[in-house]
């Protein structure tokens, strides 16, 4: 069994909807760069944004479907009624735990600000906004949560549109909310708060219109009962929201340490965040969505040469994608935070030190794109006490690392131990599978072509850089189109010598197929 035609049909699909919105989302954190600069009025922001984001991130896309698709899929082979009673059960738990918690925080917003922005508590003004803003935007939550269930249904049938096209939405909305802001005076960063829970409504229609359409709509319950299934799914989800969020829960020591540092910094983390996310949204997120589903069926029928085989795929095309985005990173990150965010508010004295923390966290892309890669193989093995495990040590290697490192590199630092720990992440998994043999090292054995390929481009760019840096200041948006320039040299280089070298995997996957 090959599966190479549908992993990375799949991969197309949610990579190409998934690279849609993160050009989207460079639109909107370039308004959002001119609208409310680098300084307090953005760091207020996007620590209100980063709360139900961070809850988004563990517990509804990460946890929700890596414990919800496996048990989902089990329960269909029983009887379609068996799926649809689990699916509802679960809808109607996740809406009353996630309403509660939403109200909790509500009331309780100014500590929940105080403890993941302390250092907001001597200056007023960035904490009142802070938690005025994150009062508004804690409510897309729960919406949130019910669109990646609902996502996770339709991923089940193998039909990703709706999860995938999602974020598209919220990317639109958040736009149409910067540029409010910067058309009304004095509003500051409030109508962009409040796209956010608009998004999320917007979400949750697409999302019902995907389950009409696959004919897999859970109907309302008013009270669950909760079935065995429903507990071992439930257990499962506990420990793969920590599993899964052990990323994110580094990012968030990043954002509490970076409060305690001059204003700017939790911006400068947000912005290079942004950057380096952008590989890891469309290869890495779309690579564990495809599997997951993939490696769940091998593993309910024991064929675990196709796990390996599989994997072995996925690691080849990730790394074909992460391995230049690194080079890139590091290459042109004065170029990259120049050119996309030097304008309006964004103070130009900023772009050096942002770029520095977007080569810190460049560092770490390859291994925020295996994590994705590793962590289904766990849960199609319904293992998913391993990644927590793994996930709790490497938090606390990044909370020593970050302490340690942000003395002497300040917010670069929190960056660089957040790479740090996620290489260590990927090293232990990685180890496990292999020893589990569901990873081969052989695996890892085409990679070296793509590695001489990534460096060859890097030497291309800097030279390139060193050339066209001159002329290309004095011209009108100057940086913008010498990051242009740059990155489709890069790109010609890469992917030429690619060719050459025999080594890009799509062709591969489509031929056997």
């Known amino acids: ?34 609208v409310l600069g680098g300084g307090p009025v953005a760091d207020a922001f996007f620590v209100a944004f980063k709360l139900p984001n961070l809850f988004r991130r563990m517990t509804a896309e990460g946890a929700m479907t890596n414990a919800f698709l496996p048990a989902y899929a089990k329960a269909e082979k029983e009887s379609p009624d068996a799926a649809r009673r689990l699916a509802e059960e679960i809808q109607i738990t996740l809406l009353w735990a996630l ?13 929940v600000i105080t403890f993941l922005a302390p250092g907001f508590s001597d200056e007023g003004g960035r904490f009142e906004t802070a938690v005025m803003l994150a009062r508004i935007t804690m409510p897309y939550l729960p919406m949130i949560s019910l669109v990646a269930l609902w996502a996770a249904i339709t991923n089940a049938g193998n039909h990703f549109f709706g999860g995938a096209a999602a ?17 009304l005076a004095g509003v500051g960063a409030v109508p962009v708060a409040v796209a956010v829970p608009l998004a999320g409504l917007l979400q949750m229609l697409l999302l019902r219109r995907m389950l009409i359409r696959v004919d897999r709509v859970p109907r309302w319950i008013l009270f669950p009962r909760i079935s065995e299934a429903g507990r071992r799914m439930w257990k499962s989800f506990l420990s793969a929201a920590i599993g899964a969020g052990g990323m994110q829960i580094n990012l968030l020591v990043d954002t509490i340490l970076a409060s305690l540092l001059p204003i700017g910094a939790i911006s400068a983390l947000y912005f290079a965040d942004r950057i380096a ?28 040469e196709s796990v390996v085989l599989s994997m072995g795929k996925a690691i080849t095309l990730g790394m074909f994608f992460a391995l230049p985005a690194m080079a890139g990173a590091i290459c042109l990150a004065e170029e990259i935070i120049g050119g996309l965010f030097a304008y309006g508010a964004f103070d130009p ?19 925020f794109i295996l994590a994705k890669i590793f962590q289904p193989a766990f ?37 660089l131990a957040t790479s740090l720990a996620s290489w260590v992440s990927v090293l232990v998994m990685g180890l496990i599978l292999i020893r589990r043999g569901r990873l081969e090292m052989n695996s890892f054995s085409g990679l070296g072509r793509i590695v001489f390929i990534s460096l060859a481009m890097a ?3 800097i030279l390139a850089r060193f050339y066209l840096s001159e002329p290309l200041s004095v011209m009108p948006f100057g940086r913008t189109l010498g990051l242009a320039v740059l990155v489709l040299t890069g790109g010609v280089v890469y992917f030429g010598l690619a060719w050459l070298a025999g080594v890009l995997p799509f062709g591969k996957e489509e031929s056997r197929a």
């Not at 599966?3 to 990579?15: D, K, M, P, T, Y």
């Not at 109200?103 to 309780?108: G, S, T, W, Y």
């Not at 909305?173 to 540029?179: D, F, K, S, T």
């Not at 391993?386 to 960056?415: E, H, Y």
């Open 1 to 34: 069994m090959t599966g190479g035609r549908s992993l990375f049909g799949a991969v197309r699909q949610i990579g190409g909807l998934t690279a849609l919105s993160r050009v989207l989302g460079f639109g909107r954190d370039i308004l959002l760069a001119i």
């Open 99 to 111: 309403v509660l918690i939403t109200i909790v925080m509500e009331l309780a917003m100014p500590f």
């Open 167 to 183: 974020p598209v939405l919220l990317n639109l909305v958040l736009m149409a909310g910067a540029v409010i802001a910067g058309l």
């Open 277 to 304: 996310q952008l590989p890891l949204g469309i290869i890495g997120i779309a690579l564990g969505t495809a599997l997951l589903p993939q490696l769940s069926r091998y593993e309910a029928a024991g064929d675990k």
């Open 349 to 367: 004295a900023r772009i050096t030190p942002v770029a520095g923390v977007l080569v810190a966290y460049g560092l770490g892309i390859p291994a």
């Open 379 to 415: 849960y199609a093995a319904h293992d998913p006490k391993t990644p927590l495990k793994i996930s709790f040590g490497t938090i606390g290697i990044n909370l020593v690392a970050s302490i340690m490192l942000m003395q002497v590199l300040g917010v670069a630092g929190l960056a």
């Open 459 to 461: 030497c291309v760019i």
